[in-house]
């Protein structure tokens, strides 16, 4: 059973950037999956904020994010990122770091599955911005 761990978060203020990281916490090899980042805020439900194939090359954002935030995959280190710039309040949320086995696409496109698709977790980082 993969488990993926994420670090990384923090409190920020807005205008500000982090980049959170996540790995397998037994060093199991991650090359095989499409990686995403999920987001949820209290209240809300959780949500698809981007994702990268397994080979690096395609990769999806939530239209919220875009223009600020990339996500990247280092296969030396086995690890994914999401590298968040200029942050606003409404980014505020726990961010968590997610492994697909089977993925779709959209005419080549990299979509971007609800969570129940994917199938291994980590625990969640917090990320507050205050304004």
């Known amino acids: 059973q993969l488990q993926l761990v994420e670090s990384g978060g923090g409190l920020v203020q807005s205008g500000g950037s982090l980049t959170l990281s996540c790995t397998a916490v037994?060093?199991?090899?991650?090359?095989?999956?499409?990686l995403g980042w999920f987001r949820q805020a209290p209240g809300k439900e959780r949500e698809g904020v981007s994702c990268i194939s397994s080979s690096g090359l395609r990769d999806y954002y939530v239209d919220s994010v875009k223009g600020r935030f990339t996500i990247s995959r280092d296969r030396t280190k086995n690890s994914v990122y999401l590298h968040m710039n200029s942050l606003k309040p409404e980014d505020t949320a726990v961010y968590y770091c997610?492994?697909?086995?089977?993925?779709?696409?959209?005419?080549?496109?990299?979509?971007?599955?609800?969570?129940?698709?994917?199938?291994?977790w980590g625990q969640g980082t917090q990320v507050t911005v205050s304004s």
């Open positions: 037994d060093g199991s090899a991650l090359d095989s999956y499409v």
């Open positions: 997610a492994a697909d086995t089977t993925h779709s696409y959209n005419n080549g496109d990299l979509v971007m599955e609800p969570a129940h698709d994917y199938d291994f």
